[in-house]
């Protein structure tokens, strides 16, 4: 984010505290038909350790009842407003890898909220990741808990509050964990357009009633090669993603699919070419959907 964008950032900010406002402005409401049971208060944040780096802006975003979640922010370069993605980090907890995932995206030019939505990472995905501390953050559960509903809601709302997204315009990445939030968050919510779910896990007995339920456009990204030696599960076995794609493809729903063959559930931390074939293909999926 640009010298003169931090500056703009802070004078909206302190003009909301200056006449007594911690929620978010009316143009940045959810769109009618949202699911929201509060609004969140962001506030701009120092970098953390070892990120002073990276061409991001730094913010807090307190959820009542939940803790304070800690977000890059990456902006794309010319005017906005623009369309925007909030990115879910997998059991291994959040990490400079999200973020540097979140300028690629950037670049493309999508407004790219890189967030911690759980504290504390664990598993064996830890050892493929830089981890950045969020102790601050909400405890690590389920991704079909509804508390976790609430932290996605909680970003999804703190995305529209930024100066230069696009309230009607915001998508949704998670890998692993992360994936299945979004893919749970799509399925009881319809207030975001498109999802990216990368080595999510998908539930063969809960198969038909996943697939009946999804109207959001979705883009499966997996490895063939996932599997629980470098953090996957039994549910994210390739085959059970191809499953769920064959499903919603035999009903006519709407969705994309990139197979990485002998690629592990986290090659795409470990991979420049995996990684930067995902970032081009979810910033060609989202603006398709996001911008239409």
């Known amino acids: 984010m640009t010298p003169l964008h931090l500056i703009a950032w802070f004078i909206i900010r302190f003009a909301l505290v200056a006449v007594g406002l911690s929620i978010s402005p009316s143009w940045a409401q959810p769109p009618q038909g949202a699911v929201t049971t509060a609004l969140p208060s962001v506030s701009v944040a120092e970098p953390p350790s070892g990120t002073e780096s990276l061409a991001v802006q730094w913010i807090k975003v307190v959820a009542p009842g939940q803790g304070a979640m800690l977000a890059a922010v990456a902006r794309p370069s010319g005017a906005g407003p623009f369309p925007t993605v909030v990115l879910l980090h997998g059991t291994h907890g959040f990490a400079r890898e999200y973020v540097q995932l979140a300028e690629a995206l950037a670049h493309e030019g999508l407004l790219a909220v890189a ?7 664990s598993g064996a995905g830890v050892r493929f990741v830089t981890p950045i501390d969020c102790l601050e953050a909400p405890s690590q559960r389920e991704a079909s808990n509804p508390a976790t509903l609430e932290v ?25 964990r992360g994936g299945g939030a979004a893919l749970n968050y799509v399925l009881s ?12 896990g998908y539930d063969p007995s809960a198969l038909a009633e996943l697939v009946s339920q999804v109207s959001t456009p979705l883009l499966i990204l997996h490895g063939t090669a996932d599997s629980p030696a470098d953090g996957g599960s039994a549910f994210t076995n390739v085959q059970m993603a191809r499953d ?21 559930h986290n090659s795409l931390f470990t991979s420049s070419k995996q990684f930067d074939d995902e ?14």
């Open 279 to 292: 970032a081009k293909r979810m910033a060609a999926f989202f603006l398709h959907n996001l911008e239409n």
């Open 115 to 121: 967030a911690c939505w759980f504290s504390r990472g």
């Open 152 to 176: 996605v809601d909680m970003l999804v709302a703190a995305a529209r509050t930024l100066p230069d997204a696009r309230r009607d315009a915001i998508g949704l990445f998670g890998h692993s």
């Open 189 to 200: 919510r319809r207030d975001v357009r498109a999802a990216a779910l990368n080595s999510a």
């Open 244 to 264: 769920f794609e064959a499903a919603l493809r035999r009903i006519g729903k709407p969705v994309e699919a990139q197979y990485y063959v002998g690629s592990g």
